[in-house]
């Protein structure tokens, strides 16, 4: 799973500093300039990409009380963007340090770290270090974090001198997460770039305060809002305009996929499927099928159709989709002469 957006709000500059280590008040919230970028197929429901190919948007992290989770009291810090909760994360702070013991994700489940993840151990100072290796769910997770100095940082917040904390992820999938925190405000840049085994690049997402902490309502939700695990689009070529209409001698056609909020290890499905192209073959006859097996939470990925020999049957078609053999969408298509 993709262990990002995970914003650990204000550490101590040292453990004699004897301020709070976040703050706690229901209703505490944190507004940041978020910048998407991925190679290529990004889709979200809030914005489409500028002309630099990247994705900007507003989010918004926010204390929403607690939740008992086996008998234990935890902060309840949820990430808001475009009217959609995200993710939910399940936190304890005290003068050691901050934890998430658990993760709810955006389609609702639950997510247990064994053991805690320590996102933050105390004291910060300058080549501190700390490791974990533990489950969440059922990925094994293994990460290095290491205090590489202190910066002086420039945000639309303001000016701010910060701890720069460094972590490497190894497993499920490697993963760089750089963050600059500043005592007593909290997080105030943070930038998470995945990767797929090659060294592609899936996903690099930037956060940077844009004001300063304080109670806030809580932002309104709109279940209309809440994006696709899939979204899917057919074309003559792999980067090429979608199309829902080809003609008989086109020699491929690529059908593309892109994943927004997929179970890391889901199997996803195409199926071509010729609705009625002729009385010799039966109405919603599977022609061929392929699958691939996602990285990561937004992974993407093309299936190539190849043209028959004796060209496309001229017709009705359709191109379903499916998650873990769930149906998620379908693409209606027509083949002409």
Same mark, same amino acid.
């Given at each position: 799973?993709?262990?990002?957006?995970?914003?650990?709000?204000?550490?101590?500059?040292?453990?004699?500093?004897?301020?709070?280590?976040?703050?706690?008040?229901?209703?505490?919230?944190? #507004?940041?300039?978020?910048?998407?970028?991925?190679?290529?197929?990004?889709?979200?429901?809030?914005?489409?990409?500028?002309?630099?190919?990247?994705? #900007?948007?507003?989010?918004?992290?926010?204390?929403?009380?607690?939740?008992?989770?086996?008998? /234990?009291?935890?902060?309840?810090?949820?990430?808001?963007?475009?009217?959609?909760?995200?993710?939910?994360?399940?936190?304890?702070?005290?003068?050691?340090?901050?934890?998430?013991?658990?993760?709810?994700?955006?389609?609702?489940?639950?997510?247990?770290?064994?053991?805690?993840?320590?996102?933050?151990?105390?004291?910060?100072? #300058?080549?501190?270090?700390?490791?974990?290796?533990?489950?969440?769910?059922?990925?094994?997770?293994?990460?290095?974090?290491?205090?590489?100095?202190?910066?002086?940082?420039?945000?639309?917040?303001?000016?701010?001198?910060?701890?720069?904390?460094?972590?490497?992820?190894?497993?499920?999938?490697?993963?760089?997460?750089? #963050?600059?925190?500043?005592?007593?405000?909290?997080?105030?840049?943070?930038?998470?770039?995945?990767?797929?085994?090659?060294?592609?690049?899936?996903?690099?997402?930037?956060?940077?305060?844009?004001?300063?902490? /304080?109670?806030?309502?809580?932002?309104?939700?709109?279940?209309?809002?809440?994006?696709?695990?899939?979204?899917?689009?057919?074309?003559?070529?792999?980067?090429?305009?979608?199309?829902?209409?080809?003609?008989?001698?086109?020699?491929?056609?690529?059908?593309?996929?892109?994943?927004?909020?997929?179970?890391?290890?889901?199997?996803?499905?195409?199926?071509?499927?010729?609705?009625?192209?002729?009385?010799?073959?039966?109405?919603?006859?599977?022609?061929?099928?392929?699958?691939?097996?996602?990285?990561?939470?937004?992974?993407?990925?093309?299936?190539?159709?190849?043209?028959?020999?004796?060209?496309?049957?001229?017709?009705?078609?359709?191109?379903?989709?499916?998650?873990?053999?769930?149906?998620?969408?379908?693409?209606?298509?027509?083949?002409?002469?």
């Amino acid at each position: 799973m993709k262990i990002t957006f995970v914003l650990i709000l204000s550490v101590t500059a040292t453990a004699s500093i004897a301020a709070p280590i976040i703050p706690t008040a229901p209703g505490t919230a944190w #507004r940041y300039n978020m910048t998407q970028e991925a190679d290529h197929g990004l889709s979200v429901p809030d914005a489409r990409p500028d002309p630099d190919g990247k994705i #900007r948007a507003t989010v918004v992290y926010r204390i929403e009380g607690t939740e008992n989770v086996d008998g /234990k009291e935890l902060l309840k810090f949820e990430m808001h963007r475009a009217g959609v909760i995200t993710n939910t994360d399940l936190l304890t702070v005290d003068e050691h340090g901050v934890l998430c013991w658990a993760r709810i994700n955006l389609d609702g489940g639950f997510v247990k770290f064994t053991p805690p993840q320590p996102m933050i151990s105390m004291p910060l100072k #300058r080549g501190a270090s700390w490791n974990f290796e533990g489950q969440a769910g059922d990925l094994k997770i293994q990460q290095h974090y290491e205090v590489t100095g202190e910066e002086d940082i420039q945000v639309p917040a303001g000016k701010f001198h910060t701890f720069r904390i460094r972590s490497e992820q190894t497993s499920p999938s490697p993963m760089t997460i750089d #963050r600059w925190f500043a005592a007593g405000t909290g997080i105030v840049k943070d930038v998470t770039t995945m990767r797929a085994k090659n060294g592609d690049l899936l996903e690099r997402i930037s956060l940077e305060l844009a004001e300063p902490p /304080k109670v806030t309502d809580r932002p309104e939700i709109k279940l209309e809002a809440t994006p696709k695990r899939l979204s899917v689009s057919f074309a003559k070529d792999q980067f090429g305009k979608a199309s829902t209409t080809f003609s008989s001698d086109t020699p491929k056609i690529y059908a593309r996929w892109q994943g927004q909020r997929l179970r890391r290890g889901a199997k996803v499905r195409a199926a071509w499927v010729a609705e009625n192209i002729g009385e010799d073959v039966p109405p919603d006859y599977k022609v061929d099928e392929a699958s691939a097996i996602a990285e990561s939470p937004t992974a993407h990925g093309t299936f190539v159709l190849s043209r028959p020999e004796d060209g496309w049957a001229i017709g009705d078609y359709r191109g379903e989709f499916y998650v873990d053999d769930l149906l998620v969408e379908t693409v209606k298509l027509k083949i002409i002469k």
